[in-house]
């Protein structure tokens, strides 16, 4: 896809200075561009980079006075940074614009779907799914048998969503994640081995939900897990049967929530925390990240380590774990100095 100068300041309500027909088909930094490229200049450590930069247009605040010569055409707006945010969601929402049904793909007779659907080409959607206005569905997706799906929803390649999942509106599920398998359920039996417990329950995701890739959620054992409005998970979490994680919570990568757990609104955890089951974390917390949560947490707590506890705790007491040896000699040798004096005492 190919811009002009001048089509990039409509969009951006801007001011072109130099070649409104310079074209560009590529974003990149300031220091790095190239001919071709879109860039932009906000922070003043950048600045010497606009008299050498290649990139044939870059966008700059209203403000900027070039002191010498310059090799680039120049787009004006109030605030730069703000003006390459808004063009970048527009490039992205250009780039994904998609529609139709790519061949082969498999779509049940039965699936009831809105307007605008894409579906792309390897795609499998089962019997009695119900798939709102401006869906897309990329390659290599799986959607099983009575899943619901919002409007303004995409799922991106390789996502597996099994069936009875339901999936707001305006939601992203990024590649590989898989929502819905079945929960981590068996009962030990006397001889050592396990027996599978059925889940018959489902997945809810809310709406305004972003799933990172290769993030899984288990279907409850009966009910439902539940992902509520407007929750970030990143990459590579896990959460299992029957949990619960209430609204605008965002997780980093590689966090483990285990069954049953009911995780509170507004909170912010982060990378490699471990949560056990059956708990209830609060409203407002703040996990940091590889602590090891074994307990119910008040709304409002901020917490580290493993087995966690308050933030500012450990905070202080970290300095210490680091000097555990230098302390250790030093209590050995306050010991025997006490010891000394005792039996020069007895002496």
């Known amino acids: 896809m190919k811009f002009t100068a001048e089509q990039i300041a409509g969009i951006l309500e801007g001011e072109v200075i130099g070649n409104p027909t310079a074209e560009v088909f590529r974003l990149s930094k300031i220091e790095e561009g190239t001919e071709g490229s879109l860039t932009f200049l906000s922070n003043p450590k950048y600045l010497n980079f606009i008299y050498s930069t290649k990139a044939s247009v870059t966008i ?116 590989g994640a898989i929502i819905g398998s079945d929960g981590f359920g068996f009962a030990p039996n006397p001889d050592g081995t396990y027996t599978k417990i059925p889940q018959i329950g489902n997945v809810i995701i809310e709406d305004n939900v972003d799933i990172g890739s290769c993030t899984t959620i288990d279907r409850a054992t009966m009910g439902s897990t539940i992902i509520r409005k407007g929750v970030k998970l990143d990459n590579q979490i896990q959460i299992a049967h029957n949990v619960e994680i209430g609204e605008n919570t965002v997780i980093a990568a590689q966090t483990g929530v285990a069954g049953s757990t009911k995780i509170g609104k507004n909170g912010m955890i982060g990378g490699q925390v471990g949560i056990s089951g059956h708990l209830h974390i609060g409203d407002n917390v703040r996990i940091q990240a590889q602590a090891g949560i074994g307990k119910n947490i008040k709304d409002n707590e901020i917490l580290q380590g493993s087995p966690a506890f308050g933030y500012n705790s450990f905070s202080k007491s970290f300095v210490h774990f680091k000097n555990l040896p230098k302390i250790v000699d030093e209590i050995k040798e306050l010991k025997k100095q006490i010891l000394n004096q005792k039996n020069g005492n007895n002496g």
């Open 60 to 175: 700059v605040n209203d403000t900027f006075v070039p002191e010498s010569g310059l090799n680039t055409t120049l787009i004006k707006v109030p605030d730069a940074y703000a003006a390459f945010s808004k063009l970048l969601a527009y490039y992205n929402e250009v780039k994904q614009h998609k529609s139709g049904i790519e061949q082969p793909s498999f779509l049940s007779p039965s699936v009831i779907h809105g307007e605008n659907l894409y579906l792309g080409s390897f795609s499998y959607v089962g019997e009695n799914v119900v798939i709102g206005n401006n869906v897309k569905i990329y390659p290599n997706c799986f959607l099983g048998d009575n899943v619901v799906v919002g409007n303004n929803v995409t799922l991106f390649a390789g996502a597996k969503i099994y069936s009875e999942t339901i999936i707001g509106n305006n939601c992203t599920v990024h590649s």
